[in-house]
């Protein structure tokens, strides 16, 4: 089955730009989308269609997409931005989607 | 404002199966499709399958084919996911979405958790 990999944890400084990787084969022929959960809360969508930013969400966030690899990048992180984030996409079919292994993101 | 408002917590024997609503309201039901998403405790999320409200469309986890199915109400903006043939790493919070390619899974219900335990 289709999978999407990322890095398990990253830590950054308040003020610094956290960048979240994912990578999968499918990448370049489907959109990725990056989610922010909070302990307790439900999934909120930061990025959709690889790099647009729904209302409502800081322009802090932005993603950006190359090759089987797009990047969520954090910049200015703040404190409220400590939270779990994970990619999602489709496989190359565009039927079965799939969500990446999540990424931690801790602000020292 | 759009809301997605789910059923209840469950607790299950193995072998049973689970039915969880997902009442949408705020917006036109029909405009959007419903996805279905899981987590286990402690777990990242896992995807379950997508419901086209306004087509015969759908698609399930690979992984979950054969003991899902999901369901629409249009009448009454309600979308449903069954799943049988419970086990024990069924157990999870199972949340509902609206979602499509557009915009992405933007809008969630609150979860719904399902226990399995003898």
């Known amino acids: 089955s289709y999978e999407l990999t990322q890095p398990p944890s990253v830590s950054v400084s308040p003020g610094q730009t956290a960048r979240i990787t994912c990578s999968g084969d499918?990448?370049?022929?489907?959109?990725a989308y990056w989610y922010q959960q909070k302990p307790g809360q439900a999934p909120v969508v930061v990025i959709y269609k690889d790099s647009e930013r729904p209302s409502g969400i800081p322009e802090r966030f932005s993603g950006s997409s190359s090759g089987t690899t797009v990047t969520l990048t954090i910049s200015g992180v703040q404190a409220e931005d400590e939270a779990d984030y994970y990619c999602?996409?489709?496989?190359?079919?565009?039927?079965?989607?799939?969500f990446g292994t999540g990424t931690k993101v801790t602000v020292l | 404002q759009v809301q997605l408002v789910q059923s209840g917590a469950e607790v299950k024997k193995p072998g049973a199966s689970v039915k969880v609503s997902c009442k949408a309201s705020g917006y036109t039901f029909t405009n959007y499709g419903i996805t279905w998403v899981r987590q286990a405790p402690g777990q990242g999320l896992e995807w379950m399958g997508w419901i086209s409200t306004y087509s015969t469309h759908r698609n399930y986890a690979q992984r979950l084919e054969g003991r899902v199915t999901m369901t629409t109400d249009t009448s009454t903006s309600t979308a449903y996911m069954e799943l049988r043939s419970l086990r024990s790493d069924d157990t999870a919070l199972y949340y509902c979405?609206?979602?499509?390619?557009?915009?992405?899974?933007?809008?969630w219900g609150q979860g719904t958790l399902v226990t399995v335990s003898s």
């Open positions: 979405a609206r979602g499509e390619r557009q915009v992405g899974f933007d809008y």
């Open positions: 999602q996409s489709a496989d190359s079919s565009g039927t079965s989607w799939v």
């Open positions: 499918a990448l370049p022929q489907q959109y």
